[in-house]
Nanobody, 115 residues
Framework: QVQLVESGGGLVQPGGSLRLSCTAS???????MGWYRQAPGKQREAVAR???????NYTDSVQGRFTISRDNAKNTMYLQMNSLKPEDTAVYYC??????????WGQGTQVTVSS
């Protein structure tokens, strides 16, 4: 079992920045990690993912604005979000996946982009 705890969400004005963190209860070595989000009335969508080897990919709507990273020594994954837009408003969840054999989710953190 891996417990994941997200932090760093909040209210920010359009154009602003936030940094989300996802801290795991044990080592994330070997896990592919990802950030997902769910806006009201919409399905959960993948925002950014980073493999155990450090390769990252992003959904088109955040490419160039968001950066995913991980620090295995701290059991932590990050999402740096810049140039935030109102349409980025959602609950953001982190996920840890171990070769498709086990998948764990955090409880989510709210991000609201509004003036």
């Amino acid at each position: 079992q891996v417990q994941l705890v997200e932090s760093g969400g909040g209210l920010v004005q359009p154009g602003g920045s936030l940094r989300l963190s996802c801290t795991a209860s044990r080592s994330i070595f070997g896990y592919d990690m990802g950030w997902y989000r769910q806006a009201p009335g919409k399905q959960r969508e993948a925002v950014a993912r980073i493999t155990s080897g450090g390769s990252a990919n992003y959904t088109d709507s955040v490419q160039g604005r968001f950066t995913i990273s991980r620090d295995n020594a701290k059991n932590t994954m990050y999402l740096q979000m810049n140039s935030l837009k109102p349409e980025d408003t959602a609950v953001y969840y982190c996920n840890a996946d171990f070769y498709g054999l086990a998948s764990y989710w955090g409880q989510g953190t709210q991000v609201t982009v509004s003036s």
